[in-house]
């Protein structure tokens, strides 16, 4: 197999567990935070680490700071430390530790942490930040790793991304469906209308939580999306195939479908699978995704066809009753193997060379080798695994 070698870099989020800290390292803590906060604002005498005032003057725009607004503390890759073996510690408590420099402690202090995402043994990290919310801290890892892109696949795996699901992905040549994030609607629906009564009470404090407690509950699920797609193609050894998004928010629909439309994090969700997909050795190919909705992905008709609500896609030509979303991964999968989508899925062929273009795919292009029995039956109308 073929490879292509890239540098591959993500943040990953970790959370100090400061419940488990003594005193003194949570005062430690809070103190180099807190004189992080004083020093951009011009206090030149604040107790801090000496490399961290140099990492402020590097990284914080001291001309357009908000008073009522704190700063993430930013640290220099080459005085923290991240790892399992930073020293020997319990691991029933944690399997990941952070050394973090501190102005009152030599030698800095050795604090648990909790990542959301796996840090490669052989990654290199970055300079950093840490961020504090609530009362609690969070250390934002810039990771940064060479890893081996394959070039050559099995399949390709479709994702469409909507308003009813946020993501539909479909895997050729097997046709398997998966939807994922009907429930980030959900949440984003409660929120919305959460935030409409706190601002009408003007609780600003509780909306200011409120949003935040949003976030982490989108950004959590939307990282686990990624990582099923990513797992899916790892498995398949599939090419992922996206959409570039450059028409889904301009659609001009009905003012709730609008608010919906733009409250799904589309962005957000392809980056993950994109940077995941990278680590992981796969690469992802963006695609335009002009006519896939309208498109019969059997039998390529364009102008034949008509969408009942957001969720039924038929086909009056050959007489396809299938689900919308899927229809549209059906066919970014096409367009991501090159051919032409008003083509019938069966005119595929057996290898494709689609080139690799956007989405962090730096190699020219890439063989993707499909079976030639992509004959569809007569209705595709079936039960189809939901991911929430």
């Known amino acids: 197999m073929t490879t292509n070698e890239q540098t591959a870099e993500k943040t990953v989020v970790a959370k100090v567990l400061t419940d488990d800290l003594t005193q003194s390292k949570l005062d430690a803590i809070n103190h180099e935070y807190e004189a992080f906060q004083r020093y951009i604002r011009g206090d030149e005498d604040a107790d801090l680490y000496s490399a961290t005032k140099q990492c402020a003057d590097a990284y914080v725009d001291t001309d357009n700071l908000r008073e009522d607004h704190d700063y993430p503390w930013f640290i220099r890759n080459d005085v923290f430390d991240v790892g399992v073996n930073v020293e020997q510690h319990d691991t ?50 810039t990771v940064r790793q060479e890893v081996e892109v394959s070039e050559e696949y099995d399949g390709v795996i479709g994702v469409d991304f909507g308003v009813r699901w946020v993501a539909t992905s479909v895997a050729l040549p097997s046709r398997n469906t998966e939807f994922y994030g009907r429930e980030i609607r959900r949440i984003r629906r409660h929120h919305h209308d959460l935030r409409t009564r706190l601002q009408e009470k003007g609780a600003y404090d509780t909306l ?116 919308a979303d899927k229809n549209g991964a059906t066919n970014i999968a096409k367009k991501g193997l090159g051919k032409d989508i008003a083509c019938p899925l069966s005119s595929l062929g057996a290898v494709c060379e689609p080139a690799l273009e956007p989405s962090g795919a730096d190699q020219a292009s890439a063989t993707v080798r499909l079976r030639a029995d992509l004959e569809a039956p007569a209705s595709t109308k079936r039960a189809v695994r939901r991911a929430k």
């Not at 420099?101 to 490669?120: A, F, L, M, R, T």
């Open 92 to 141: 029933d408590l944690t399997d990941w530790w952070l050394k973090l420099p501190v102005s009152q402690v030599w030698g800095g202090v050795n604090v648990p942490i909790q990542p959301h995402d796996e840090i490669p043994d052989e990654a290199d990290v970055k300079d950093s930040k840490i961020v504090r919310e609530n009362g609690d801290y969070y250390a934002h890892l």
């Open 208 to 323: 200011q939580s409120v949003k935040a407690k949003e976030y982490r509950r989108v950004n959590d699920r939307l990282h686990k999306i990624s990582r099923a797609i990513v797992e899916k193609a790892k498995e398949r050894n599939a090419l992922i195939v996206v959409g570039d998004l450059e028409g889904i928010q301009n659609q001009d629909l009905c003012a709730e479908m609008n608010r919906r439309l733009h409250s799904m994090p589309h962005h957000t969700l392809k980056a993950y699978i994109e940077y995941k997909a990278t680590f992981a050795g796969i690469a992802v190919k963006s695609v335009n995704e002009y006519m896939t909705s309208q498109t019969c992905w059997r039998c390529g008709e364009q102008e034949a066809t008509t969408r009942k609500g957001q969720g039924q896609h038929l086909c009056h030509e050959c007489g396809l009753d299938d689900n």
